[in-house]
């Protein structure tokens, strides 16, 4: 079963929500932000960065929620959550899906 290093708070939503839709239990790790808003500190035992979700799968550690949401996807032989590659639709949707944390987060937080 997957582990999931869940920063409350956090992008950690994305992966919940995917795992949900999926119908995938996990192990959900939970941390409490500090009183600056930051992660604490047992996060960076799991991420060089301290920073969340991480996931872990058959010994694997994964980071980036995009990433993750990716291999989700993969993992399971999804097709209800992106369009079929080679399709103009795809490449829509991966263009969005990148902007999401390329374009988009760092001018929203
Ligand atoms: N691009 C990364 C961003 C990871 C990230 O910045 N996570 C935030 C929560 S959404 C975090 O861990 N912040 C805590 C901190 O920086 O102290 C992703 O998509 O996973």
């Known amino acids: 079963?997957?582990?999931l290093h869940a920063l409350k708070f956090s992008r950690a939503t994305r992966?919940?929500?995917?795992?949900e839709d999926l119908g995938q239990p996990c192990q959900r790790i939970d941390y409490d932000r500090t009183d600056e808003f930051r992660a604490p500190?047992?996060?960076?035992?799991?991420?060089?960065?301290?920073?969340?979700?991480?996931?872990e799968d058959d010994g694997e550690m994964i980071a980036?929620?995009?990433?993750?949401?990716r291999y989700?996807?993969?993992?399971?032989?999804?097709?209800?959550h992106r369009p079929d590659r080679g399709t103009a639709d795809y490449w829509?949707?991966?263009a969005l899906f990148d902007y999401v944390e390329s374009s988009f987060a760092p001018v929203a937080i």
């Open 1 to 3: 079963m997957i582990t």
């Open 64 to 69: 980036e929620s995009s990433t993750i949401l």
């Open 15 to 19: 992966v919940l929500w995917l795992l």
């Open 92 to 94: 829509r949707h991966e």
């Open 41 to 55: 500190e047992a996060l960076s035992k799991i991420h060089p960065l301290g920073k969340s979700p991480v996931i």
């Open 72 to 80: 989700l996807v993969a993992k399971h032989g999804d097709h209800g």
